[in-house]
């Protein structure tokens, strides 16, 4: 049994309390947790009552151990099964739906990445409910706190669906503890669903950088660039002097600087690292969606009246082609 958890719970009946049942899909890749979904372990803790974890996939049994050591899982249900692995959403959504129906869950949370964007959808849509996306905050078991119009605007919601099918803002649940716990481990079913859609291939962007979503420091690049040869000549050295993920504005991403893994905003990831260091970003609101809510936010802009500056803590008025490699080297003299 995990001890008691570091995140406070919502204040209400103890009744209440105890029928209340959570599902938290985890995500897994090539036999390892990825951590940034225990975000919806964490969302869960915070609604309280019993949460179970899921994971499907070839050989997981081993990453269902892993995550039984995460804290607030009480059990960790596995199937087994390399059509999983992929997430294609056509059969992991019978896959979940089966296991939801036969544990009975209230809800059901995800990571709102793209694994869960994918799903999650497609599981309310079959168990005939509305989906609830992005939540930042849970007011109560069926009252959810949501952004909308990149962040412009905070909607409540509230469903009285049942199983309510969540998707959780990795940056507004911060992971718990990934060691303490001691679920059990139990297979899961598997309705070994029919696939019309079949996994081709993929192209990753390999990086021994830290993972943009979850990174301390983030160090961001936009089309004041100019081309990739910068973006590639000038970013990196930032980022390794401070450690850091590196992530880019879409236009920069859309002009082919970087890749569109490292899209922040809107329609990219979303960051809430201790430092959001970006340079030659105008602070576009669908850019400021995905990274407003990091600790400090710094920026360098040739232009004094660029929007960055308004959420900046910190603003370097000047030409990057020169502020960035003299911050590199100040940096790395240190
Ligand atoms: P620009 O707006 O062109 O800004 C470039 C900045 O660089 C300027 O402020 C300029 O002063 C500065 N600069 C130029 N040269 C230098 C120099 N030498 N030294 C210092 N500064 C310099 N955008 C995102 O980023 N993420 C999203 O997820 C996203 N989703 C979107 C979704 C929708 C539906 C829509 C409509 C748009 C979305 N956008 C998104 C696009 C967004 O509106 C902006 O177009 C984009 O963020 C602009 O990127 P930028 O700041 O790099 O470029």
Same mark, same amino acid.
Request: no cysteine; hydrophobic share 40%; proline share 4%.
């Given at each position: 049994q995990a001890g008691p958890s570091p995140i406070p719970r919502l204040s209400r009946?103890?009744?209440? @309390?105890?029928?209340?049942?959570?599902?938290?899909?985890?995500?897994?890749?090539?036999?390892?947790?990825?951590?940034?979904?225990?975000?919806a372990v964490s969302a869960a803790q915070k609604l309280g009552g019993t949460i179970h974890g899921f994971v499907a996939g070839s050989n997981v049994k081993a990453v269902a151990e892993e995550a039984a050591k995460v804290e607030g899982l009480e059990k960790?249900?596995? =199937? %087994?099964? +390399?059509?999983? %692995?992929k997430g294609l959403p056509e059969n992991y959504a019978p896959l979940l739906i089966e296991n939801i129906k036969k544990g009975g869950y209230t809800h059901v949370f995800a990571g709102h990445s793209a694994f869960g964007k994918n799903l999650m959808p497609r599981v309310a849509a079959l168990m005939d409910v509305q989906q609830i996306s992005d939540i930042t905050a849970i007011e109560g078991e069926d009252t959810f706190v949501r952004p909308i119009y990149a962040g412009n605007a905070i909607l409540t919601v509230q469903s009285s669906d049942n199983p309510k099918i969540v998707t959780v803002r990795g940056t507004a649940f911060a992971s718990g503890a990934a060691e303490g +716990?001691?679920?059990? =481990? *139990? *297979?899961?079913v598997d309705p070994k669903a029919e696939c019309p859609t079949e996994w081709v291939s993929e192209d990753l962007q390999k990086s021994d950088r830290p993972d943009l979503a979850t990174a301390e420091r983030v160090v961001s690049g936009g089309?004041?660039?100019?081309?990739?040869? *910068?973006? %590639?000549?000038?970013?990196?050295?930032?980022? %390794?002097?401070l450690n850091a993920a590196i992530g880019a504005s879409r236009a920069a991403v859309d002009s082919g600087f970087a890749d569109?893994?490292?899209?922040?905003? @809107?329609? +990219?990831?979303?960051?809430?690292?201790?430092?959001?260091l970006c340079a030659g970003i105008s602070g576009a609101i669908q850019h400021l969606a995905g990274m407003k809510d990091s600790k400090v936010i710094a920026c360098i802009n040739k232009d004094g009246d660029a929007p960055i500056f308004q959420v900046a803590d910190v603003g370097l008025v000047g030409d990057l082609f020169e502020k960035v490699p003299e911050l590199t080297e100040k940096l790395k003299s240190a």
């Open positions: 009946n103890a009744a209440i @309390q105890r029928l209340l049942s959570t599902l938290a899909v985890l995500e897994q890749r090539e036999g390892k947790l990825n951590m940034s979904s225990l975000a960790v249900i596995y =199937v %087994d099964n +390399g059509a999983y %692995d +716990g001691s679920a059990s =481990v *139990e *297979e899961g089309r004041g660039l100019k081309s990739k040869e *910068e973006f %590639d000549r000038l970013m990196p050295p930032l980022a %390794d002097a569109n893994s490292l899209q922040v905003g @809107q329609t +990219g990831k979303n960051v809430a690292p201790q430092l959001y």
